[in-house]
């Protein structure tokens, strides 16, 4: 069946998902969630005394709620107490030296594993050179839990790149304990390689290893029930696929649903929630557009939650976070995002309202949340700030 999908913008649905998947998404909105009648918000500078080059991530420990920890593109990560009035910060992994920062290259992300208050182990993704992307395990330092063990990097998994874009670089624990990886096409305007949609490469995917185990030949091991495993010329890495550059994805920890932002072509961002074995369409589709002009079969493609179109200033969405804090009660329950170009941030239900909560004009590199669940926002001004409600709007 030849057709082009389309949705008006901002009543989308997940119409290529069937019931089955709707159902272990846990669609179901909150009732006790409001958007129309949202607050109107602000953001605060929340840690006014740092500031950080080019922050592209923040993460907690999960049971330690008294440190930060944010990495810069330029290969450092920094920890601080989770104190307002913080003024020291200090290095916690330092790979500036081994990292190439070209374009969208860098210390992409990283995340702590789920027995880390006892095995000590971080997983870090970066770029050692411009045709190259590792994921890589740290381990802490066994005299200081403020620094990094350099010298004990195991790399995981190499992903090539063709080009210094669209690297991805998201990574995630999964509620099953495997590792989530997003990675990009590749680079190169549309996909000229068909990256996305090819199964046998692991470019313009979300991956899936398990860190636990080591199969032969591997410094890992493929769980055995992803998606691809038993097909031929496909990478059993492979968790879902048709993606163009998902920047930050998240899972809600109450849900356990897989949300993405996945950075759009010329038309269309999106946000994506993700299945096991789902194709996203690109570069067949952008977003719920026809971008293959001779070839835009849609069939059994999976339509994001919701999309928005590229204006002058809407331009690169960053993923975000469903918001699971307790001090902003009426975003609870609510995903929260925005645009890196036009800084505008925005609360998305699991039935694809949308709401403009703030435009901040900041360069909204990635959220982050801390052990309590609060949300923050690192920007390429150098700053970590945080959402705030305003008591009364003035006229």
């Given at each position: 069946m030849k057709r082009i999908a389309s949705v008006l913008l901002g009543v989308t649905s997940l119409f290529y998902i069937s019931c089955s998947d709707a159902d272990e998404l846990n669609l179901t909105p909150n009732p006790d969630v409001q958007i129309d009648s949202l607050a109107v918000f602000t953001v605060n500078n929340a840690f006014s005394n740092l500031s950080f080059n080019n922050p592209l991530d923040l993460q907690a420990t999960g049971a330690d709620s008294t440190r930060i920890f944010v990495a810069e593109k330029g290969g450092i990560i920094k920890v601080f107490n989770n104190v307002a009035t913080t003024e020291e910060v200090t290095t916690f992994l330092d790979i500036s030296a081994r990292t190439a920062t070209a374009s969208e290259l860098g210390l992409l992300g990283f995340a702590f594993h789920p027995q880390y208050t006892t095995n000590g182990f971080l997983y870090v993704v970066y770029t050692p050179n411009e045709e190259l992307a590792v994921v890589s395990r740290f381990k802490v330092s066994e005299t200081d839990a403020n620094m990094v063990d350099?010298?004990?990097?195991?790399?995981?998994?190499?992903?090539?790149?063709?080009?210094?874009?669209?690297?991805?670089?998201?990574?995630?624990?999964?509620?099953?304990?495997?590792?989530?990886?997003?990675?990009?096409?590749?680079?190169?305007?549309?996909?000229?390689?068909?990256?996305?949609?090819?199964?046998?490469?692991?470019?313009?995917?979300?991956?899936?290893?398990?860190?636990?185990?080591?199969?032969?030949?591997?410094?890992?091991?493929?769980?055995?029930?992803?998606?691809?495993?038993?097909?031929?010329?496909?990478?059993?890495?492979?968790?879902?696929?048709?993606?163009?550059?998902?920047?930050?994805?998240?899972?809600?920890?109450?849900?356990?649903?897989?949300?993405?932002?996945?950075?759009?072509?010329?038309?269309?961002?999106?946000?994506?929630?993700?299945?096991?074995?789902?194709?996203?369409?690109?570069?067949?589709?952008?977003?719920?557009?026809?971008?293959?002009?001779n070839d835009c079969d849609d069939t059994g493609l999976i339509a994001p939650l919701y999309e928005y179109g590229r204006t002058e200033n809407d331009k690169s969405v960053t993923g975000g976070y469903v918001y699971r804090g307790d001090a902003l009660p009426e975003l609870q329950g609510l995903y929260i995002y925005g645009d890196f170009v036009s800084g505008r941030i925005w609360a998305l239900d699991q039935a694809g309202n949308n709401k403009l909560i703030f435009e901040?004009?900041?360069?909204?590199?990635?959220?982050?949340?801390?052990?309590?669940?609060?949300?923050?926002?690192?920007?390429?001004?150098?700053?970590?700030?945080?959402?705030?409600?305003?008591?009364?709007?003035?006229?």
């Open positions: 350099e010298t004990s990097e195991t790399i995981l998994l190499e992903i090539p790149q063709p080009a210094t874009n669209h690297n991805g670089g998201q990574l995630a624990f999964g509620p099953d304990g495997f590792l989530y990886i997003a990675s990009g096409d590749g680079g190169g305007s549309g996909d000229p390689d068909g990256n996305a949609q090819n199964l046998s490469n692991l470019l313009g995917k979300i991956l899936r290893i398990d860190v636990d185990a080591m199969d032969e030949g591997l410094n890992y091991a493929i769980p055995s029930d992803n998606p691809f495993v038993e097909e031929e010329n496909a990478r059993g890495e492979v968790f879902a696929y048709g993606l163009r550059n998902p920047w930050r994805f998240s899972f809600d920890n109450q849900t356990n649903t897989l949300w993405a932002g996945d950075v759009g072509q010329d038309e269309k961002e999106e946000i994506n929630l993700i299945v096991k074995g789902g194709n996203y369409g690109w570069n067949i589709l952008e977003g719920t557009s026809c971008f293959l002009e901040s004009e900041l360069a909204i590199s990635s959220f982050g949340s801390d052990a309590n669940n609060e949300l923050y926002i690192c920007a390429f001004d150098g700053k970590i700030y945080e959402l705030a409600e305003v008591a009364e709007v003035q006229p």
